[in-house]
Structure formats: C-alpha cells, structure tokens
C-alpha cells in the first residue's frame, strides 16, 4: 500500500530519542511504533494532552524521514502517523512496518547531499574547474552547490555570469550527471575562488556518484 504525504512531517523529541507509543494489546512482544505526525498543531495537540514538553521537530523532506527511520532500534519496529493520544490502543491514520515503509513507500537516498541542490548554466554549458586526477589525467569538474547562496558567491567572486538552476531530487540529479558525462568527469562541491584559484574541498567522479550513491534500483527498494 502506497500513502503520501507533504513534508514536513514531524517528530517529538524526548530523553535522547522520539516519542513512540505502545499497544497494550499486543505484548508478546509489545510493539512499539514511532509517532509520527502531519501537522505541527497535531503533534502539539498530542503533546498536551500525555503532558510532553518541548518541541516537536520537523522533517522537512525525504532525506530526513529516511534517515531517522534507518537509525531507529529495536523495540522500535513501526511507524504510527497521526496517533490519536486519547485511545488507550494504537489508533492511527495509518500503522505500518518500518522495514515495509523503508521498501515500498519511502527511498533512503544516499546522496551525499540534501536537495536541491544547484548548478550554474552559462552559455557554453555548466560552470566548471578545469583540473588533474590523482593519476595525471585531465578532468572537468562541474561546478555543483548545496544552497543558492553559495551559487552565487562563487560567480561574483569568479566574476562570471550565467544563470542559477535547481536540482530538486535525486533522479534529477542523476538525469543532469548523465547529460554532463560526455564532457565532463566529475563533480567539485562547493567550490570557491581564494586568490585566483578555483578549488573544491571535494571532487567526486560522476561514475561514482552514479554507480554508489545516486542508484536507481537499490535490490528492488526503490518504487516509483
């Protein structure tokens, strides 16, 4: 079953993890799932109401959810969305397996990055850093940025023109990569220029990127 919902979504801090709650019902073993909710004002609502103080945290996209979900440990193996706290059972919009939410409803992207992400169009193609690989070989690093702001800093301080373009999400990064791949090999993050020179703290191939962190199919975990 495929359910979708708008991010952010979120979370109640509390000890040194998140709310889950626990079906009465269902003991042997008890199972516990992760509150999870639509709406900050729901979550508030539930806050009050099992007298939880603090704050609830949002998740703002996929990469987020995926991650908190991957890092959670048993007895934690659901996630309850919208749980409604006056219930003395598990009563949510929707209950379901983390592992099954992992495979089917929500990819964990490796990307070694958070979307979007950005990269310069100018009119003879993309901005990029002309360079040599460890091995001696030329390369062209394509310039690529994790906010706009950093985008912009580097034309002005490069004093280029060219026109500032969004990447919202792992396909389309990987669809870029594979048109930029004929001439160029690889991608520099977050370059800047310092006295004249144009550098990257990090150069990673497009190979790489495509082939480790920005697969398709990773053992049939991905749906579309």
């Known amino acids: 079953m495929t359910r979708h919902w ?3 979504v979120y ?3 509390l000890g040194g993890g998140f709310v889950s709650i626990v079906d009465p019902n269902n003991m042997d073993p008890p199972v516990h ?3 999870v909710f639509s709406q900050e004002t729901t979550a508030r609502q539930f806050m009050g109401t099992c007298e939880i103080t603090g704050t609830p945290r949002p998740l ?3 990469y987020q959810f995926g991650w908190l979900l991957q890092s959670l440990q048993a ?3 659901q996630v309850a969305f919208d749980p409604d706290p006056h219930q003395q059972q598990v009563t949510a ?3 379901v397996a983390v592992e099954e939410l992992l495979k089917h409803d929500l990819v964990v992207d490796r990307s070694p990055w958070k979307y979007p992400v950005f990269v310069i169009s100018q009119p003879t193609g993309f901005a990029s850093i002309e360079g040599q690989a460890s091995d001696g070989e030329d390369l062209t690093a394509v310039c690529l940025f994790t906010t706009q702001d950093k985008a912009m800093a580097y034309l002005d301080d ?3 023109v060219g026109e500032i373009q969004q990447l919202d999400d792992r396909h389309t990064v990987r669809e870029f990569l594979r048109m930029i791949s004929t001439g160029a090999t690889a991608i520099a993050l977050n370059p800047v220029v310092r006295e004249g020179r144009h550098t990257a703290e990090y150069c990673v191939s497009i190979r790489t990127l495509i082939d480790k962190y920005l697969v398709e199919d990773d053992d049939g975990l991905e749906t579309e």
């Open 158 to 160: 490069a004093l280029q």
């Open 75 to 77: 007895p934690v193996t």
């Open 11 to 13: 979370v109640i801090p």
């Open 60 to 62: 703002d996209n996929a």
């Open 6 to 8: 708008e991010y952010p």
């Open 93 to 95: 919009a929707w209950l």
């Open 33 to 35: 799932a992760l509150a």
